[in-house]
């Protein structure tokens, strides 16, 4: 026997993955309109979210190299995207900052889906607010996690294998 909340449970399994397609569609999108490579508005993304972050924390949560991300910063500061400053608890490190120039250009390529999104919001009760903050919350850390766990306990990602090991039979 079918029961509503049943239904709902498949319907969520149904749309979530549609809906992480559907946005990695739209990054991809944003990512071609302005010119960008999609892990550089990636990186982007996780710079204007207001925490400090250093190259190093990018590199683990985008699952790339020290040396890619360092490649990949280069560029985006040749483009005016970010800017490097000394981190002031630990002159050592640095810390990536978003610059200005580009934002009016990136916020009118969201504006749609930001307005969509304030007003499901602005209906949403304050229990339904607290389900969606703490469910995304959850399901981002999982996804973190089963992304660590695959690269360090799978298969090794094409680019990190030696040549010989990508040239055997």
Avoid: W
């Amino acid at each position: 026997m079918s029961t509503e909340r049943g239904d709902l449970e498949v319907a969520a399994f149904a749309e979530i993955p549609q809906f992480v397609s559907a946005t990695t569609l739209f990054q991809h999108a944003v990512a071609d309109q302005l010119g960008l490579p999609v892990n550089d508005l990636h990186c982007l993304n996780l710079v204007s979210s207001g925490r400090a972050v250093t190259p190093t924390q990018l590199a683990e949560r985008m699952g790339m190299t020290t040396g890619a991300v360092t490649k990949m910063l280069d560029r985006m500061q040749e483009q005016r995207l970010i800017r490097r400053e000394p981190d002031p608890r630990d002159r050592r490190r640095v810390i990536i900052s978003q610059l200005p120039d580009r934002l009016a250009e990136l916020a009118e390529l969201y504006r749609p889906m930001a307005a969509f999104l304030q007003e499901r919001l602005a209906a949403s009760t304050t229990d339904q607010l607290r389900f969606i903050v703490e469910f995304a919350a959850a399901a981002g850390n999982v996804a973190l996690d089963q992304a660590a766990l695959l690269r360090r306990n799978g298969k090794p990602h094409a680019t990190r294998r030696s040549a010989r090991e990508k040239h055997r039979p």
